[in-house]
């Protein structure tokens, strides 16, 4: 089992762990971005298990272990709301119900003009938020075609010999 007393080497110029190297929790949470906290709380979920613990009992992540990080992230980053983005669809919605009533208690054009054109702006930016995410998964979706359309070259390959990987390939796109 790997140990805190073994020194690893640095970090390739990509920023991605060695092979061979384990690391701790705060250098996971360095290179990945996130916090020592949200390992923690991945962990206590059941969406992560360490590869190991030191000799001091602390936990050790593989490459594996950072990949699974990375998935995690992007999901909650990319595909998921933050907590900061409810608290901020939730506070749109208080301030569309009082400018609604404010619109309503109104005869004054300016006042009416102004009034729409806070809720005009807090529509745009609900839907830049959600076409980010709509973009995001849409990326998503073609980096796992395109991990299914290798697969299945490869299977074709199997089937049908080397030529077929390729015929495989040129279908696929």
């Given at each position: 089992m790997p140990t805190a007393t073994n020194p690893?080497?640095?970090l390739s110029d990509d920023h991605h762990a060695e092979p061979?190297?384990?690391l701790r929790i705060q250098e996971v949470a360095d290179e990945i971005g996130l916090t020592?906290?949200?390992i923690r709380y991945y962990e206590e979920q059941g969406l992560l298990q360490p590869a190991g613990r030191s000799e001091g009992s602390y936990r050790l992540y593989d490459?594996?272990?950072?990949?699974?990080?990375r998935f995690i992230k992007g999901l909650r980053d990319d595909a998921g709301f933050s907590l900061a983005e409810i608290r901020l669809l939730l506070e749109d919605e208080a301030a569309r119900r009082a400018v609604r009533a404010r619109y309503r208690s109104t005869d004054d054009p300016a006042e009416r003009r102004?009034?729409?054109?806070?809720?005009?702006?807090r529509a745009?930016?609900?839907?830049?938020?959600l076409r980010h995410k709509a973009e995001r998964l849409?990326?998503?979706?073609?980096?796992a075609t395109e991990r299914r359309n290798h697969l299945e070259a490869h299977l074709a390959e199997l089937a049908g010999g080397p030529d077929a990987h390729?015929?495989?390939?040129?279908?696929?796109?």
């Open positions: 690893a080497p640095a061979d190297r384990f020592t906290r949200a490459p594996d272990d950072l990949e699974r990080l102004r009034l729409l054109g806070e809720s005009l702006a745009e930016r609900q839907i830049e938020i849409a990326a998503m979706i073609d980096e390729r015929r495989a390939g040129e279908t696929a796109r």
